[in-house]
């Protein structure tokens, strides 16, 4: 059974940084793509980043382009999401999600086939 689980979640403060683990099992990481989504309370779930099968390629939402990188090691079966100048809209339950298909979207969550648990962020000011 595929299983994701995040990690690195807490408490930062305006401008820091958190770094976020997703640790995959039962599954083969270069066959699925990776994204990290985020949801805020009483908002729905949004895309934040997505990472090719190899890790060429990596897409991002606005508004957390030149401030977030996503990465993975395939041979650890592990992406990561490198939070950097973060700020209050930040927080957020971070949600790790793969996909085996083609088929969908990257930015959308019916793109993807398997989810973590989540990890909160709570970002300060």
């Known amino acids: 059974q595929v299983q994701l689980v995040e990690s690195g979640g807490g408490l930062a403060q305006a401008g820091g940084s958190l770094r976020l683990s997703c640790a995959a099992s039962?599954?083969?990481?270069?066959?699925?793509?990776m994204a990290w989504f985020r949801q805020a309370p009483g908002k729905e779930r949004e895309f934040v980043a997505h990472?090719?099968?190899?890790?060429?390629?990596?897409i991002y939402a606005d508004a957390v382009k030149g401030r977030f990188t996503i990465s993975r090691d395939n041979s650890k079966a592990t992406v990561w999401l490198q939070m950097n100048n973060l700020n209050a809209d930040d927080t957020a339950v971070y949600y790790c999600a793969a996909t085996s298909r083609y088929s969908g979207t990257y930015s959308s969550t019916g793109g993807y086939d398997f989810w973590g648990q989540g990890t909160r962020v709570t970002v300060s000011s």
């Open positions: 039962g599954l083969t990481p270069n066959n699925y793509r």
């Open positions: 990472i090719s099968n190899a890790g060429v390629t990596r």
